[in-house]
């Protein structure tokens, strides 16, 4: 009986050694397999940290470059208020500098060459603002003042309509109403030139 008791206790013993090298052997692996994956998950992550360290700069200069062009278009558009044209024109140019091709910008600009008599400077931005988007009724307007003043009279006639019939409300009267007074300038007993001292109120 003893020796029956021996017998089992020891095969106990062996299967619980054999359990015990087992658990050992599946945790060893577990452990290298964890290690394995954080060191995975570790490189993936650092990566990140780098990839948006280094685009951080980039968007923190696109933010500061939105907001000194927004500064630039305001004050330009201001100063033109201010009938201020060079600062206008400073601003502008630095606006358009910032923004490459911004209609806004341009369309502001030609305006302020326009009002500070440059006509030919005035001209080339605006043609290009036109060109650009040719739905821009502004542009068209202030094109079409622009070719009068350089005595293109049947280019700006032309212009004119078609801001007359544009979507714009004030821009379209305008334009209408700079049509009547042409017409009428031709046949008035008013001295000549007397339109474009009322254009000036528009």
Known sequence: MLTYVCRKVMKLSREASQACRMSCKYAGRFILLYTYYMKIASGILKGMIAALLAVMPALAADAN??????????????????????TAISHLTKALEIKPGDQPARVSLGIAYSRSGDYGR??????????DDPADSRAQYELALVLG???QTEESKRMMEAVAKSNDPELSAAATQLAIWERRETTSPWPPGWTRLVKRMI
């Open 65 to 86: 470059s939105e907001r000194d062009y927004e500064i630039a278009l305001t004050k330009g558009q201001y100063a033109i208020e201010l009938q201020d044209f060079a």
């Open 122 to 131: 005035a001209r080339e931005v605006l043609q290009q603002a036109v060109k």
């Open 149 to 151: 003043k350089l005595g």
